[in-house]
């Protein structure tokens, strides 16, 4: 039978009454027949994508060479270009016969992958038809061939999760990014009526007043250069030597300023980008002062950057998650309905065995030893299928699992029952039985648990000889590690065979563990073979390194780390899936950037380090922009390079679009999936505690019963349970409890939940004080007024207060003397309240008690050390104990003891202390990883960071005498001293490169590392520049898995931490959270109150008609809006426009603008 199609479908494309494609073709036209069957051919979507990485691969050879340049190569590459776009307009051809244009709905324009082909082949067409009828600059145009790559995204299926998540998320992401410019706008016109034109002063020298005098390399903003008229904090000229003159085009070439609205709107951006923004606050120090310009900066930084911003994250996460679950659901539902039909068929298959055992087993000429070996396999395999229900699962990921099974060869098959007759027949009898039996012996070795820790320890042995490698070590060392990696290879190697032999290869190769070790060492040898042939390593004995990751073996043995562990290989296809989509997106502003920027970047002082010439060097470039180091300093740069700051701002657009996608969106997926992975291992860990604790009672109740039955043996009697239920009855709910109770102590006397007063503790204080004792009643009654707690508080802040007006440098000012008379009383103050507290509640000893409470032993600390600092400070004793002197500064927690005060800042900081218990489990495999990095970039740049002050020479030997140096402003040269230096941040030993490693994790100063890898040479030689660019390959990884990844997976964790802190209060509650949500806002929720006047025909009330009145609010907003573009217009219009209007025009715009400020 055929397939079933509705009858209407059916009898639609029996009539050809379908859409017709351009108005002519109907679907059962040839034409459209045959070019639908091609594109929905495979070998021509094949033919499709590697025409697209042909084209990537030729944009890619490009190289650019200033003034327009170009190479050979290029030239005969350009060549190539009509053809690439022949190819897509044959595609762009077909899918328009066989789809239709626009008009009906799955016509090639209704998708978005085919209007970007679209647009590619359109430019690419007015491209060459421009280059042969008008003279006029193509590089936009040929631009949008760099969208190419984007057709691989379309035709990857892997990628929808986190695509779709992306895309699903554009629309609540453009609201987030109009309020980020909402934010943008009101601090860029803030900024324009602040500092409009104040960065255009700096030092001109009395000799000639168009040389700058920079006081280091670079110039500065000056105030005056009159010291009596400068404001505190600004920087004022040598009066000598110089003079403050406004004419200066401001720094990085003038674009960092607040001229006009869109210089002031881009120098904000950057501000929140948190890339530079010191540089600029300190400018407007020395052009303004410092008095009141952290007004400005501090609210700019922390609501542009770390409130708004930080939204994106919030958004990309959810619908992360709900996309993958949607995803997730999916996949299992296909994967129950695929194993429902293997279980229907493999039952069919069992049954029919099994009548055909019962046929051979009925058979007269079956032999008694043929029935008892499938009488044995039946047994066998019942316990096989009893044992794995019991486990719960098939096979685990290493071999100790396979302890129960006798031979793997033995199974069903007749084949595998007459090898054996086989063996156990004539000479070889005896022979196979010793190899059994030593075959069962070995494996019974090799699942010993003393064998596995002594292979643990082997790898930590290795681990020490390889990390204990470092630069100009002595010859003894590098000969013992030379036949120590030997020895450990061969001891591995050992290990490999036995496990193999023991275990059989189908088993061994099972582990997944095991087959890492079979790579790894398979790796060693072919780098010992190599290294025999050909003198140098071939690069892999960065496989040593990875033997490391054998520790992961341990997980084995520790519950949550294994379930972390196995969270982060369970994510790996979207984490794979991440890094293509930000591979292409690369890949595509790399491309873009040569087109942009190529052969551009050519300054007087030579071509920076980043830049766009070629494509390597543009794909760095692009990723360091990605992790937002000196992204500003790159923009500047391109911005100088087409035209400055009148003629090339427009390409401040390419750096800011890369930052937004690729920085904020994309970057923001990697703690989406972090976040998703820690809640699955923390749900794997609590369903495994919870099945621990099920397991438990089980026990419990079968040994209750257990005695009950003996019990009922020997009395005759039945024993009554005395169990209380609500001992009985802890499930999950409190085992939580229990767990979220650690930040609490004692019996939680401090809990706000009981109403009224707090009663006294039912014992004795200090073994003194009864609770009926009129002193201890008279401290309860004090320390439990209503406004005692709200006292402490103004004190604290108080104290606070006059820590921070200290003078720090002049210690005996007549200032300090003050404050410190009030310290006195205010250490008085706390003395009091703890002498009070202890009389409550006693010291230590029963539940409740002040010691048994942790802020209770903070506030005791403080107070007691400021006692002691003052008994000491009077006398000389103290002043020359500098420990009892230093006692005071324990008066800087003071401030802590708020935190107890305040219910919401309690929970921030016990949801910090609660996730510091999980984070020492993610802070091992974080220092595991980055131990092994270290090790990787030992091997690989030992020794290597040296560096001569001369760059023309490359060695110790040839760094003597002195050289001289040039100026690039016509200065005279210097005559300076060679010197042979290393590096600040090297990787001679690994505790340096671990050091400088971390460096690079922080993303401060990075690029710097990574050209001077690219341009280590040899051990004890000098860089060259770009010298080995694939060494590059060993930052981006290490920036993706610690900077992408790892350490996203720490604000993971402080996030799951505190929603799972809001959602375990309402764990003893009848309701959940969306539940408590709904009656707090109905709680809370107040009838809409609205003035009305009285009176109807009284003049108030037209007024008030035409006040609330929805046209009135339009209009409002109408003013609003032209008050705004008036404000943004008020620096950048006032000197250009305004200046030719006629007087009455003029004098209109200056009141309107002074009535709006």
């Not at 006629?1142 to 209109?1148: D, E, G, T, V, Y």
Request: proline share 4%; net charge neutral; glycine share 6%.
């Amino acid at each position: 039978m055929g397939s079933k199609r509705p009858i209407s479908n059916m009898a639609a494309a029996s009539s050809g009454s379908g859409p017709t494609s351009l108005f002519i073709l109907t679907e059962k036209n040839i034409i459209r027949r045959y070019t639908r069957f091609i594109i929905e051919w495979p070998p021509f979507e094949y033919a499709v994508l590697l025409t697209i990485i042909a084209n990537c691969v030729v944009l890619a050879l490009e190289e650019h060479l200033p003034g327009g340049d170009k190479t050979p190569l290029a030239r005969k590459l350009e060549k190539t270009e009509p053809y690439f776009l022949g190819i897509f307009c044959v595609e762009s051809t077909l899918k328009i016969l066989a789809l239709g244009f626009a008009l009906h709905r799955g016509s090639y324009l209704r998708n978005i992958w085919n209007m970007m082909d679209f647009v590619v082949v359109v430019t690419g067409s007015m491209t060459i038809f421009a280059e042969a009828n008008v003279e006029f600059d193509l590089r936009m145009l040929r631009s949008f061939r760099v969208l190419r790559p984007l057709k691989l995204v379309s035709r990857i299926p892997s990628l929808q999760v986190v695509l779709k998540s992306i895309i699903k998320a554009m629309a609540p992401l453009l609201q987030i990014g109009l309020l980020v410019l909402f934010a943008i706008v009101i601090f860029a016109i803030i900024g324009l009526e602040f500092y409009s034109g104040a960065l255009h002063k700096t030092c001109y020298s009395i000799e000639d007043l168009n040389e700058i005098l920079a006081e280091g390399e670079l110039a500065t903003p000056c105030n005056t250069d009159n010291a009596t008229q400068a404001v505190a904090g600004s920087y004022i000229c040598d009066y000598n030597s110089s003079l403050c003159l406004e004419k200066w085009e401001g720094p990085n070439f003038g674009i960092t300023s607040f001229d006009n609205i869109g210089f002031a709107m881009l120098t904000v951006f950057q501000c929140i980008t948190m890339e530079g923004w010191t540089s600029i606050l300190y400018w407007t120090n020395d052009a303004l002062g410092s008095s009141y310009n952290w007004v400005y900066f501090v609210p700019l930084i922390v609501i542009g950057s770390f409130f708004m911003l930080n939204l994106v994250l919030g958004v990309l996460s959810g619908e992360f998650a709900k996309e993958r679950e949607r995803v997730e659901n999916r996949q299992a539902f296909l994967k129950l309905r695929r194993q429902q039909q293997l279980e229907r068929e493999l039952n069919g298959y069992v049954e029919w065995i099994c009548k055909a055992e019962e046929v051979i087993l009925a058979e007269e000429r079956t032999t008694e030893e043929e029935k008892l070996h499938i009488m044995e396999a039946r047994r066998r395999a019942a316990a096989k299928r009893k044992k794995l229900k019991h486990l719960g699962k098939s096979r685990s990921t290493d071999t100790e699992d396979e302890e129960n099974e006798d031979e793997p060869d033995e199974g069903f098959s007749r084949a595998s029952y007459l090898k054996s007759k086989v063996k156990n027949k004539g000479a070889c009898k005896r022979f196979w039985r010793a190899e059994k039996r030593l075959r069962f012996k070995i494996r019974h070795t090799v699942k010993q648990q003393w064998f596995y820790w002594f292979v643990i320890v082997l790898v930590f042995f290795n681990t020490v000889c390889v990390a204990v490698e470092h630069y100009n070590q002595p010859p003894w060392l590098t000969e013992f590690l030379y036949y120590a990696e030997f020895a450990f290879l061969g001891l591995f190697m050992t290990e490999m065979c036995i496990k193999m032999y023991a275990l059989g290869p189908r088993i061994y190769f099972e582990s997944s563990f095991n087959r890492f070790d079979c790579v790894v060492i398979s790796g060693s040898i072919f780098e010992v073979i190599w290294s025999a042939f050909k003198s140098g390593s071939f690069g892999l004995s960065v496989l040593r390194a990875l033997r490391l990751l054998r520790v992961f073996k341990v997980t084995k043995y520790w519950s949550s780390l294994r379930n972390l562990v196995i969270s982060l290989l369970s994510s790996m296809r979207s984490i794979l899936s991440l890094l293509f989509l930000l591979f292409l997106f690369i890949l595509i502003f790399a491309l873009l950037g040569m087109q942009l920027f190529g052969g551009a970047f050519n300054f007087p002082e030579g071509t920076p380090p980043a830049n766009f010439n070629s494509f390597p060097i543009a794909l760095l470039t692009v990723f360091q922009i990605l992790t937002g180091e000196d992204w500003n300093e790159v923009m500047y740069q391109g911005i100088e390079s087409q035209g400055g700051s009148r003629r090339g701002m427009i390409y401040s657009l390419y750096f800011i679009i890369l930052v937004l996608f690729g920085n904020y969106t994309l970057l923001n997926v990697f703690l989406a999936i972090a976040v998703d992975n820690l809640a699955n291992a923390q749900e794997l860990t609590a369903a495994e505690e919870e099945q621990e604790e099920e397991d438990k009672e089980k026990q419990q109740q079968e040994l209750e019963k257990e005695m009950e039955a003996l019990h009922m043996g020997s009395d005759g009697s039945p024993k009554l349970d005395t169990t209380s239920p609500s001992k009985k009855g802890k499930g999950k709910r409190g085992h939580k409890s229990e767990g979220n109770g650690d930040a609490k102590t004692g019996d939680n006397v401090d809990d706000d939940d009981i109403m009224g007063p707090k009663p006294m503790l039912p014992y004795s204080s200090m073994f003194i004080l009864s609770p009926t004792n009129p002193v201890r009643r008279a401290a309860h009654w004090v320390v439990n007024l209503p406004y005692f707690d709200f006292f402490i508080m103004v004190v604290i802040s108080l104290s606070s207060i006059a820590l921070a007006a200290e003078d720090p440098v002049e210690e005996g000012s007549f200032r300090n003397d003050i404050l410190n008379y009030f310290d006195y009383a205010f250490t008085g103050v706390f003395t009091v309240e703890m002498v009070l507290k202890v009389i409550d509640l006693g010291v230590v000893f029963h539940p409740g008690s002040y010691c048994r409470d942790l802020w209770n032993i903070l506030d005791a600390t403080v107070v007691i050390c400021a006692l002691v600092a003052f008994a000491f400070s009077g006398s000389s004793t103290g002043q020359n104990l500098s420990t009892i002197k230093s006692l005071r500064v324990l008066r800087v927690l003071r401030p802590l003891k708020t935190i107890k005060r305040v219910p919401k800042l309690k929970a921030v900081f016990d949801c910090v202390v609660n996730s510091l218990k999980n984070v020492f489990n993610i802070l091992i495999v974080y220092m595991l990883f980055h131990f092994i990095f270290a090790v990787v970039a030992v091997q690989l740049f030992n020794g290597k960071f040296f560096y001569c002050t001369d760059d023309s020479k490359h060695t110790q030997d040839d760094c003597q005498g002195d050289y001289f140096t040039f100026a690039y402003d016509k200065r005279p040269p210097e005559v300076k001293r060679r010197e042979w230096k290393s590096q600040l941040f090297h990787y001679d030993n690994v505790m340096a490169a671990m050091l400088t490693l971390f460096a690079v994790q922080t993303g401060e100063g990075w690029p710097q590392v990574l050209q001077n890898s690219m341009a280590a040479t040899q051990e004890d030689h000098g860089p060259i520049l770009h010298y080995r660019i694939e060494m590059s390959i060993f930052y981006i990884v290490y920036f993706i898995v610690f900077p992408f990844f790892f350490v996203n997976i720490f604000v993971a964790l402080i996030i799951i931490t505190f929603q799972e802190q809001g959602e375990a209060e309402l764990q003893d509650g009848e309701i959940d959270k969306n539940q408590k949500s709904c009656i707090d806002f109905a709680i809370q929720a107040k009838p809409l109150e609205r003035y009305m006047p009285k009176d109807r025909e009284s003049f108030k009330y037209k007024i008030w008609r035409v006040v609330v009145s929805t046209p009135f609010e339009y209009f409002i907003m109408t003013l609003i809006v032209l008050n705004t573009l008036l404000l943004m217009m008020k620096v950048a219009l006032t000197r250009v426009l305004f200046a030719n209007f006629p007087p009455i025009f003029h004098r209109l715009y200056v009141d309107a603008s002074s009535n709006n400020n």
